[in-house]
């Protein structure tokens, strides 16, 4: 069984995330010890909620350097929402706050317009571009339940994952080597979203009959 480490910091809805980890077939160990980092087979990073509130929650939780080293070993890590923003540079959400800068790029902030209310909160439709191992398998009618007013940039360099469009197009999953990030939430997003998880477990235990990314 795959030994999947969910970063419990205090920002993020652990509980859902832990049970749709846990149906996708992986062993899930809830935890808010730094030190398990080494010991897991892959990080999952959830978030929720503002920018700065949780990245300092992140920094305030001593995850930051063993995740760190993580994905510089190549352990595959899974940022989920806001935890997939954490993963850039920084944010329009909170300036002057860093990101983990795993993939250099700003989080942008979508701009009202009359019939575009933000934030996005519903259902919408995944573009796959490139070979996203995470995405390997989903129809072109696949759709993924979202709750963001934030967004990863089209030009962000990416070569692998998808695309969604709200007002403007944007990278809605992604796979940059080791790491992987959904900005819907998988654990919401029905037989969608349990087929992602399904394929990063697969990812983690090496049974890839999948496309693996490359890196960039």
Not at 19 to 27: F, H, N, S, V, Y
Not at 118 to 125: D, E, T
Not at 152 to 181: E, K, M, Y
């Amino acid at each position: 069984m795959i030994r999947v480490l969910l970063l419990d910091y205090g920002a993020g809805n652990i509980r859902s995330a832990a049970k749709a980890l846990e149906r996708a077939g992986m062993t899930v160990q809830v935890s808010a010890d730094p030190t398990d980092v080494a010991g897991a087979d892959a990080l999952v990073i959830p978030g929720q909620g503002h920018f700065r509130q949780v990245m300092e929650a992140f920094e305030e939780s001593g995850f930051h350097a063993p995740v760190m080293q993580a994905a510089q070993s190549g352990k595959p890590i899974l940022g989920i929402c806001v935890g997939m923003q954490l993963l850039f540079t920084n944010s329009e959400e909170a300036p002057g706050v860093s990101g983990l800068n795993l993939i250099p790029g700003t989080v942008k902030k979508f701009q009202p317009a009359p019939d575009l209310k933000v934030p996005q909160m519903g259902w919408n439709a995944l573009e796959r571009r490139g070979q996203s191992p995470i995405l390997h398998g989903l129809g072109p009618d696949a759709y993924a339940y979202f709750v963001h007013s934030y967004y990863v940039p089209l030009d962000t360099p990416i070569q692998n994952g998808a695309v969604t469009r709200f007002g403007v197009p944007f990278w809605s999953a992604l796979s940059h080597g080791n790491i992987h990030a959904t900005q819907f939430h998988p654990e919401k997003s029905g037989e969608v979203g349990l087929h992602i998880l399904r394929q990063f477990g697969q990812l983690v235990g090496g049974q890839e009959g999948v496309v693996s990314g490359s890196k960039s």
